[in-house]
Every structure is written in C-alpha cells, then in structure tokens.
C-alpha cells in the first residue's frame, strides 16, 4: 500500500484541501469545514493531527501547506480517486452520476498493482467523468458557465462539485464534460445552453457556477466560490 500511515480520515481530508489548492482557493481551515461541512473544531483537530504526522504545516496565518510527503499523498488519493471513477464508467458500465461515492469508498484500499491495472484498462483517459485531470497539474484554465454571456460558444469542461445529488441533477440537464454548444439563455431563473446537437440543457444560476467552461468570448477569469466548488456532501445549504 502507498498509504502505510495514513488513515481514512487523512486521506479525506487531504483530498479537500488538494481539491481547494487546484480551485485556486485558500487552504484554510475555514475552507475546510466549509467544504466539508464539518465544524471548525472538529477540523482544527484533524488538522493538528495532519501537522504531527508530517503532512502539512501551518503558518502563522494560519494557511496551510503540504509538505512533500503530504503533496505525494493528496496526490495519490485524489488521482486513484479520478482513475476508479474512470474504471468504473468506462469498462464496468455504470452512470458517471453514480460513480463519485463509490470511488470514495474504493481510493484508500487500492494497491499500486491494481492501480498499475486500471490504468491499464482506462486506455489513454485523462480525466475523470466529471473532467478532472488523473494527473495532478494537467487542469485547464475555465471559467463559470454562470459568468458566460448571450450568444457565446462554449464547451464544457468540468464539474468542480462532485456531491452525488448534484451530479443527478447535472446528468438530468444533459450536460457533460467535453459538450459543446451556444449559451442561449441567462438571467435570474435559468442558465440554458444549447448543445450543438439541438439540445437544450437548463441548469439553475447556482449550479451554473459550479460548471467550468471555455467559452468565445470569455468572460473574465474568477476565483471559484468555496462553499460552491468543492466536495460537499450535500449540495445547495
Ligand atoms: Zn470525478
């Protein structure tokens, strides 16, 4: 096993604040928990524990940062997480909205020769189904398809929130990684685009600000909203 030391709860957490530093987002204890909806008692302590096994340290404003050691394992976690989901979508069959919680649970027992194997079987992906690099630093620049305007082109490129009832939702609306289309509605009810195969997908504005996209013309880029991109368990509080 890669994570001899490492527990469950470790890995969790240092799978969100890799999540928040890839965001562009502090990582901060107050992210953490806004995350992962805990509360900040309860991550300072994990935090702490974090810190005495050599995986982050803490400065004085109180930012956090990965030590090497910790970077390797936020690293693993969050790319054998990526790698399963892929397995599971594309050579077991099973619906990318289904497959988040399932990863969550098979990511800490993994070998790296089973790891080795589903590569292996996953061909040349290079993003989970909600299109997330499998390899860490290989994130495109996008911006919120809530920021996009009238008229513009777009193409989808991720879901940064991959809470399973907000992935339903988003597979309900018919949008996913890679669709292309124009964005042909935006106010206060709904955001629509129209893919470029007739289809209309309506999303509402919030969960707009969770997809990324690369759009023509683009809006400026955005720092994503912390309690918006990541992780939650539940979406939408
Ligand atoms: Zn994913």
């Known amino acids: 096993m890669t994570s001899e030391s490492a527990t469950v709860a470790e890995e969790e957490y240092l799978q969100i604040l890799f999540w928040l530093q890839e965001a562009g987002l502090g990582m901060t204890g107050a992210n953490v928990a806004r995350a992962m909806q805990l509360s900040a008692p309860t991550v300072h302590e994990m935090i702490g524990r974090l810190e005495r096994d050599g995986y982050v340290t803490r400065g004085e404003d109180k930012a956090i940062a990965f030590t090497a050691q910790g970077a390797e394992q ?5 790319r054998r997480h990526r790698l399963i989901e892929r397995f599971l ?3 077991l069959g099973i619906p990318w909205d289904e497959v988040h919680e399932e990863a969550e649970r ?3 027992a993994m070998s790296p020769v ?3 194997r589903m590569l292996a079987a996953v061909g040349d992906a290079k993003t989970c189904p909600h299109g997330h690099p499998i390899v860490a630093g290989a994130r495109l620049a996008g911006v ?8 513009a082109r777009v193409r989808v490129l991720r879901f940064e929130n991959e809470a399973e009832d907000l992935l339903h939702y988003l597979k309900g609306s018919g949008l996913e990684p890679g669709l292309e289309g124009t964005l042909e509605r935006h106010d206060d009810e709904e955001v629509v685009l129209r893919s470029a195969d007739g289809r209309r997908c309506a999303v509402t504005p919030s969960v707009a600000e969770t997809v990324s996209v690369m759009a023509d013309p683009s809006p400026p880029p955005r720092t994503a909203l912390p309690e918006q991109l990541v992780l ?6």
């Open 74 to 78: 936020a690293e693993g976690i969050v």
């Open 89 to 91: 979508t594309d050579v």
């Open 106 to 108: 098979l990511e800490h």
């Open 114 to 116: 089973l790891e080795q």
């Open 144 to 151: 919120p398809l809530a920021d996009v305007q009238v008229g």
């Open 232 to 237: 939650g368990r539940r979406y939408g509080r």
